[in-house]
Every structure is written in structure tokens, then in C-alpha cells.
């Protein structure tokens, strides 16, 4: 029987037959050198995407056949939304395999952000969330910061063995790859890469030089990434391409902050103190008294708070309140998938709103 041909974009298999099927081609394109999907195609040209009807079901069988496996499992985090990228279930599907752990935009860190705090802080967290790397590194696929590096520890814990690149959508693993296909080969922009979630449908087989392969997995769907609740235009918003740059805000108690409309933190008690806002430099941040926070969110979200657009209100999750005492200095409230606010100085009471589904935490601050 002939094979089945793989779009080089996502790596579903391709058929010709119906156009609302995922892996639709048109026949033409098969004579091409590099053949992609149509919903490949749409991302890479017009920028646009179009919904695939796999589950998280899907996505999970084929992350269980990784466990089953001998190879070495390269899981890609992104560092501005650690938790939210976190797969939670990774162990299951992990076995006996090594894993090497990489959180990536690191462009998106201030300057002032030392890359060793953050690569101790990624090493107690995965401990804490019972993942035990071989190692751990910083990179921006995007740039191509630290990718060297990170190609050399693969080549090194390998061991001749297959490579699995895992993580959730978004995190940037197809820019990875594309960055790694550059360094090995010189071959640029392989894969489709877009920023909107769920780009990458199937395993793509990337061939080693001593016949093992490097496999780039689905991305699996976390339902608690921000970016699942706002509308695909506003996606760019709240994933910066440049470094953020911090606002602080001098706040009195009974405050409130809104960010957008996103996400809303509440200043209880502490007497008057800074916070610094570190958050999508495209976020608007609009401050405003406590007592009458929630009125001006029941009449400005999708106007003056936005994201969420108008258009969308309907299907966007209500706010959240999750209380915080906080009782170190230099502590973090972060919001996952959209950043975090610094508090320099102990004894402050904080309610952080996010919607609903979306984590919020603190921690001991990066900087
Ligand atoms: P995947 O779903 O994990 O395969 O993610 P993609 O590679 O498609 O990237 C998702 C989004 O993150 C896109 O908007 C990328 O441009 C962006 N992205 C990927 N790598 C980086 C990076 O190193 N820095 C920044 N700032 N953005 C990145």
C-alpha cells in the first residue's frame, strides 16, 4: 500500500477528498516540493486559522504511545505563563524516559531578570509539581537565543535514542524545532508556526543522523491558559513579542487595578505601597477605587476594559476572586498566561480576580 503523505506544517495526514476535513489538500498541490494542508497553507499566507475537530482525547492517545517508548522527552514551558503551560499530567505519560526541561520566551523578561534565577526557580517548581529533569535551560526559539546550547543537551542525553518534543499549545514548540532544524541543517521555517493555540496536529518525524528521529508532538490544549478565552484577534495582545516593560503603580488601600478586562486585583489593606505590573506592554491598566470596581466592570468590560471585545462577553468567564495574605517580601501574584505584579513588601491583604478556569498563585518574586 502507498503511504500515507504528511503535511510538513503540522504533520496530519493529507487527503484531497473533503475540504471540511482536517489534512484537505487540493490535488495540485501534491506535485509540490514542500507540501502543506490547506489549513497550513491559510495560517502561513493570510495568517488565518480554521478549528480542527480533534479532542483532548486525541491528543492524550498519542501522548500515551510516548510512555511506551525509549527516548528522550524534551519538554518545552513558556516562562511567562509556567503553570498555565505546564502539562500536569506529563508523568503518565513520561515512563522510564529522560526529560530535559526548557522554558521559552525568554525575550519577554525584563533586562533586569537574571536567566540563573529563573532556571532555579523553573528547577524547584517542576520538583514541586513531581517532575525531576536531567536539565534545565532558557531559550527564545523566536531569536534563536540558547538554542545551540540546547541541541548540544540533546545530542548529549539522547543517548542515540529517539527525541519527543512535548508541551502544550502555544508554548512556541514549533518555533523550537524550526530553530533546531535551522542549527542542525540550516533549513529555515519547516514547520507552521502561528500564534493562535493548536497549530500542530499530529507527530511530525524529524530524522536524526544515526537513524533515530526527533519527534515534534501535538500540542495538547490546557484549558487553564488565558489565551483559550480571548478572541483570536486580541491573542496578540496578551502574547507580547517584546520585552515587558514594568509599570508601577503607587497604590492606597481599598484600590483595584483592572488589566483589560482580563483580570482585576484588589488592594485590601497594607497601608500605601508600590506594585509593579509586569503584563503584556498592550494591556491597558486602569485604576480605580474598590468600591466601585465592580460597577465599572459591569459597565466598561468590552469598552474601556478590553480584551474581552463586546462581540464576546457572552462566552468569556466570569471573574474569579481568589484571596491572598501576603507574608514575605518580594512576592509575586502571578495570572497565568498574562504576567504577574511584584509586591516589595510584606503584610498586604490582595484579592487577584481572574476568569474562571484561569490559575492565579504567588511566588517568591523573579527579580
Ligand atoms: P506551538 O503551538 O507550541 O507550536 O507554538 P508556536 O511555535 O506556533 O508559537 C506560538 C506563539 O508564540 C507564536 O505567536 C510565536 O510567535 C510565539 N513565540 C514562539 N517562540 C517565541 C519566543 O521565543 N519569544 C516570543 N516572544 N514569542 C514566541
Redesign the pocket.
Known amino acids: 500500500t502507498e503511504k500515507d503523505l504528511h503535511c510538513m506544517g503540522c504533520g496530519v495526514v493529507l487527503q484531497t477528498e473533503n475540504p471540511n476535513e482536517i489534512g484537505y489538500t487540493p490535488k495540485s498541490a501534491l506535485e509540490k516540493e514542500v507540501v502543506i494542508c490547506q489549513r497550513c497553507f491559510r495560517v502561513k499566507h493570510y495568517n488565518e486559522i480554521q478549528d480542527v475537530s480533534l479532542t483532548d482525547d486525541d491528543f492524550l492517545k498519542i501522548l500515551n504511545g510516548i510512555g511506551q517508548t525509549d527516548g528522550l522527552i524534551v519538554k518545552v514551558v513558556d516562562i511567562f505563563d509556567f503553570n498555565g503551560s505546564w502539562l500536569p499530567g506529563l508523568h503518565r505519560f513520561v515512563g522510564h524516559n529522560n526529560v530535559l526541561l526548557v522554558g521559552?520566551?525568554a525575550?519577554?523578561l525584563p533586562k533586569s531578570v537574571k536567566h540563573s534565577k529563573v532556571i532555579n526557580w523553573m528547577k524547584k517548581s517542576a520538583k514541586d509539581l513531581g517532575l525531576k529533569p536531567m536539565d534545565v535551560f532558557l531559550?527564545?526559539?523566536?531569536?534563536g537565543q540558547g538554542i545551540k546550547e540546547i541541541a548540544e543537551a540533546i545530542e548529549h542525553y539522547r543517548f542515540g535514542k529517539d527525541v519527543y518534543v512535548v508541551?502544550c499549545?502555544?508554548?512556541?514548540?514549533?518555533?523550537?524545532i524550526n530553530a533546531i532544524i535551522k542549527e542542525v541543517s540550516g533549513e529555515k521555517d519547516v514547520i507552521t508556526?502561528?500564534?493562535y493555540?493548536?497549530?500542530?496536529l499530529d507527530m511530525i518525524d524529524i530524522p536524526l543522523d544515526n537513524g533515530a528521529s526527533l519527534y515534534d508532538t501535538p500540542?495538547i490544549i490546557n484549558h487553564h491558559q488565558m489565551a483559550h478565552y480571548v478572541d483570536k484577534r486580541d491573542l496578540k495582545l496578551i502574547?507580547?513579542?517584546k520585552e515587558i516593560k514594568p509599570k508601577i503603580y503607587q497604590l492606597n488601600e481599598e484600590q483595584t487595578l483592572y488589566f483589560g478586562g482580563l483580570a482585576r486585583l484588589d488592594y485590601i489593606s497594607g497601608g500605601r505601597r508600590s506594585f509593579t505590573c509586569y503584563i503584556s506592554n498592550e494591556i491597558n491598566i486602569h485604576r480605580t477605587k474598590l468600591e466601585k470596581a465592580d460597577e465599572l466592570y459591569r459597565n466598561q468590560v468590552g469598552e474601556l476594559l478590553q480584551p474581552p471585545r463586546k462581540n464576546q462577553l457572552d462566552e468569556f468567564p466570569e471573574l474569579v476572586a481568589h484571596e491572598f495574605a501576603i507574608k514575605h517580601a518580594k512576592t509575586d501574584i502571578v495570572f497565568s498566561g498574562l504576567g504577574w505584579v511584584t509586591l516589595n513588601e510584606p503584610g498586604a491583604k490582595i484579592v487577584a480576580h481572574a476568569p474562571k478556569g484561569v490559575g492565579v498563585f504567588i511566588r517568591e518574586s523573579l527579580i
Not at 531559550?139 to 531569536?143: D, N
Request: no cysteine; aromatic share 4%.
Open positions: 521559552n520566551k525575550d519577554l531559550m527564545s526559539a523566536h531569536k508541551g499549545t502555544n508554548v512556541g514548540k514549533s518555533t523550537f508556526t502561528s500564534q493555540p493548536g497549530t500542530t500540542g502574547s507580547p513579542k
